[in-house]
């Protein structure tokens, strides 16, 4: 009886979400993506994540971060495995001897630099960023665990965004940083 309530309660409360939180999250995706199967798809991941984690966030909280930072994360890693697959089509189309073993140590290689990045960051912001994009927690989880407010939170998060692209780009340029960022 407790548990076809607690899954009662859930249900109304993840709908209650949904409700709230689709029309706004579709129309602001499609004007950034313009593709309707791709927006569909990661809100769809997004949601399912959400309804994964929903014990976690706080009963009258705001799940629009969660879902903002699945869904958009879902979509660039649709587009960039479109990006990789078209570049592979044309390495093929023009005669590229690539193997799997150096396509592979490629990607080890791209993974280590991005991990040496990291790496250097400073010490909290290397740790806010690895919370948020490893752990997938919130501005206020992470916040919390380490004791500052999601604004620092915030900060820590778009100051390490831009050391990593700015020590990426000079190491492989725009496309290679987008593979290693959201394929890899």
């Given at each position: 009886?407790?548990?076809?309530?607690?899954?009662?309660?859930?249900?109304?409360?993840?709908?209650?979400?949904?409700?709230?939180?689709?029309?706004?999250?579709?129309?602001?995706?499609?004007?950034?993506?313009?593709?309707?199967?791709?927006v569909?798809?990661?809100?769809?991941?997004?949601?399912?994540?959400?309804?994964?984690?929903?014990?976690?966030?706080?009963e009258?909280?705001?799940?629009?971060?969660?879902l903002?930072?699945?869904?958009?994360?879902?979509?660039?890693?649709q587009?960039?495995?479109?990006?990789?697959?078209?570049?592979l089509?044309?390495d093929?189309?023009?005669?590229?001897?690539?193997?799997?073993?150096?396509?592979?140590?490629?990607?080890?290689?791209?993974q280590?630099?991005?991990?040496?990045?990291?790496?250097?960051?400073?010490?909290?912001?290397?740790?806010?960023?690895?919370?948020?994009?490893?752990?997938?927690?919130?501005?206020?989880?992470?916040?919390?665990?380490?004791?500052?407010?999601?604004?620092?939170?915030?900060?820590?998060l778009?100051?390490?965004?831009?050391?990593?692209?700015r020590d990426?780009?000079?190491?492989?340029?725009?496309?290679?940083?987008?593979?290693?960022?959201?394929?890899?």
């Amino acid at each position: 009886m407790k548990k076809e309530r607690y899954q009662i309660e859930k249900e109304l409360r993840f709908k209650s979400i949904y409700l709230a939180t689709f029309d706004k999250l579709n129309s602001l995706f499609l004007r950034s993506f313009k593709d309707q199967d791709l927006v569909h798809d990661a809100l769809q991941e997004g949601y399912l994540k959400l309804w994964e984690k929903l014990e976690e966030q706080e009963e009258g909280g705001d799940c629009m971060p969660f879902l903002y930072f699945y869904t958009r994360n879902y979509a660039l890693k649709q587009i960039s495995r479109n990006i990789k697959r078209d570049l592979l089509q044309q390495d093929l189309f023009r005669g590229a001897d690539k193997t799997d073993m150096e396509m592979e140590l490629e990607h080890k290689e791209y993974q280590v630099q991005l991990s040496r990045v990291v790496d250097d960051l400073p010490q909290k912001r290397k740790e806010v960023f690895r919370l948020f994009n490893e752990e997938g927690l919130s501005y206020k989880s992470i916040g919390s665990r380490l004791g500052i407010s999601s604004k620092t939170v915030d900060s820590h998060l778009a100051k390490a965004t831009r050391a990593i692209k700015r020590d990426l780009y000079s190491i492989y340029g725009i496309v290679k940083i987008f593979l290693v960022l959201f394929v890899c």
